[in-house]
C-alpha cells in the first residue's frame, strides 16, 4: 500500500452520536480500548501506507493532530478544515488539490477488516435482512460484483440489499480529481458522495466488495451495539454487555474461580469502592461466569497510549495511582496464611521455567545470544543462571511484601476518572501460587511497570513493526516515540517504597512467563521475550557493575 493515500473524513458535527460526539469526534470514540480510528489506521500503516488526510471541523482539528502526533510517528499527514460542513462530499471535495495517489476513502465513524485487495476500483458493501433501505446509500451489481446502478437513502424498498459502509477504493487519481472538481446538487441539504461515486463510475468500472467483519458507530445506537460486540479478552475468556450496563465474564479456564473469591472478598470489605459493583456468579459444569457493573470510563491504556498528557500531569495521576494501591498493599497477611516464599518461589521460578518450555519458538529461547535492534542480550537460559542469586533474594524478602494485592494491576485493568483522580480496578487475578487474595505487592508493582516502561500494551495492542532476520536478529519499531520517561514513574515508585531494580526483575520474569499466554500474536510473543530479556540483561549489567 505504498503507493496509496489514506483519506479520512472526520468534519461535520456528528450529531447523530450526541452526546457522545460534544467531547470527542466520533472517530476518536473507544471501542475495544482504542480510538475507533486507530482500529483502521494501525492496519494500513503496518502494510506500508504513510500518506494520510484527514478532514477535521475547525473544533476538533487539535485533538484530531494530537491524537496522530501521539500515536503515529513517519506519516506525511494533511489536515484539511471543513468550515462549514455541507456533507461528506463536500468534505471530500476539499481534498481534491492534494489527491496524486490511488485513494482510499474511509468515513471516520467506519470500523471493518482492512485485509483487503486495494489492486481495483470497487466499493465497500455488507447486505442487510431488515427494513432500514432508507437509512443506508445502496449498490446494485451484477454477476461479476460490477456496479450497475447507485441508491441513495430510498423511501421505498428496493430490488437490493447491498448497502454502502463507508470504505472505498479510487485507483485512478486523474479520474478522481476531476469528478471532484464538479458541481453537485445537494440533496437533503448536504453535498452527498453518492453523487460524485455515480460519476466515477461513468469513467471507470468499479466493482462492489463484500466487507464481512463491519461495524457502524455513526449513531448513538449503533456506537452502544458495535461497544457491545467488541468488548475483548484473552483467548479463554468471553464477554458480554446487555442493554443494561451489566457485563457477563465467561470461560472454561479455571482463573475465573479465582476472580470471583477475589471480587466477593473485597465487596465485603471497606475497600469495595476500588472494585465495580459485583453481582454475583454461577459455575456450571466447566463453564464460570460471573457479572459485574460496566464501568463508563477509559482505561490508563488509553490515555497511555493515544493521548497527549504531560508530565506533570502524568506524576500527579501515577502517584495517585500508588497511593491507592497502597490501600491494598498495606493490608497485612493474616497468621495462618499460606507459607508466601514457597508462592513467591513458585510465581518467580517453577512457573516461569515450566511457561517458557511451552513456547513454540524453542529455535529462538536456545540461543545464546539474541540481537534486538543492534543490541546483544544474553538470552534467557543463561540470564536467569546468572540472576538466579538475586532472585531467589526475592522470594526471601516476599515476607515483608504479603499483603492483599489485585495481581493484574496492569493499565488495561485500571479505569481512570480524570474529574476526581480516582480509579476501578476491574479483572483481579485472584491467585499467587494458590487461589487466595494475598501475595507480594512487588508484583503488583511490577505490572504496572511493564506498562510504562515495558510498553506492554504497545505490544498487545499491536502498535509495533517487527522484523525476524534471524531466529537471533530482530529488527522492531514502536509507532511512536514520544512516550514519556520512565524515571518519571520509577522515582514514584521509590517513594513509596520500592526498589526499582527489584520491580525490574520481576517485570522481566513477568513478560517471559505471559508468552505461552499470547499464543494467538506471535509476533507479540517474540517482543515479550526481547522486552523480558532487556529488563533481566539491565540487571545483570547493574549487578556486575556494582561488584
Known sequence: MKDMQLVIL???????????????????????????????????????????????????????????????????????????????????????????????????????????????DWLGYMTISDNSHSRWCLIKTNSNEDVTGIIDKPDYTPETNKVLIGLYNFRNPAVLKECLSKNYELHRGELQLSSMIEEYSKKVQMKGLLIKSWYDTGTLRDYNQTMAKNIAGRSFNRFRLDEFGVLTKESEYGKLKTEIKWLDTIQHSDLAFLIPQFFGYTIDGNKTTYKTEMVNGKTLTEYFNFYEISEDNWAYIFDKLLKTGCLMWSRKAPEGSPDIKELSKYMYITKTLDRIKEWERQDILEKEYIFANGEKLLGFNGAFKKLENRINKLVETSQDYYSIIHGDICFSNVIYFPETNTFKFIDPRGNFGVDTIYGDSRYDVAKTRHNYHGLYDYITLDMFKLKEKAPDDFEYSFFTGKMINPILFDNIVEKYGYNVDDIELIEGLLFISMIPLHSEDKEAQIMYYITGLKCLNNQIEKEETTL
Not at 482504542?34 to 487539535?62: C, H, Q, T, W
Not at 503515529?72 to 476539499?94: R, T
Open 10 to 120: 472526520m468534519g461535520g458535527k456528528a450529531t447523530r452520536l450526541a452526546p457522545l460526539s460534544y467531547s470527542l469526534p466520533k472517530g476518536l470514540l473507544t471501542i475495544n480500548s482504542k480510538p475507533a480510528i486507530f482500529n483502521m489506521m494501525s492496519e494500513y500503516i503496518k502494510r506500508g501506507l504513510s500518506d494520510i488526510i484527514f478532514v477535521v471541523s475547525p473544533s476538533n482539528e487539535s485533538i484530531v493532530k494530537s491524537f496522530v502526533e501521539k500515536s503515529f510517528e513517519g506519516l506525511k499527514v494533511k489536515y484539511v478544515v471543513q468550515n462549514d460542513p455541507k456533507g461528506p462530499l463536500h468534505a471530500f471535495q476539499l481534498c481534491k488539490d492534494y489527491i496524486t495517489k490511488p485513494t482510499l476513502l474511509l468515513l471516520g465513524d467506519t470500523l471493518c477488516e482492512a485485509d483487503l485487495d486495494y489492486s481495483y
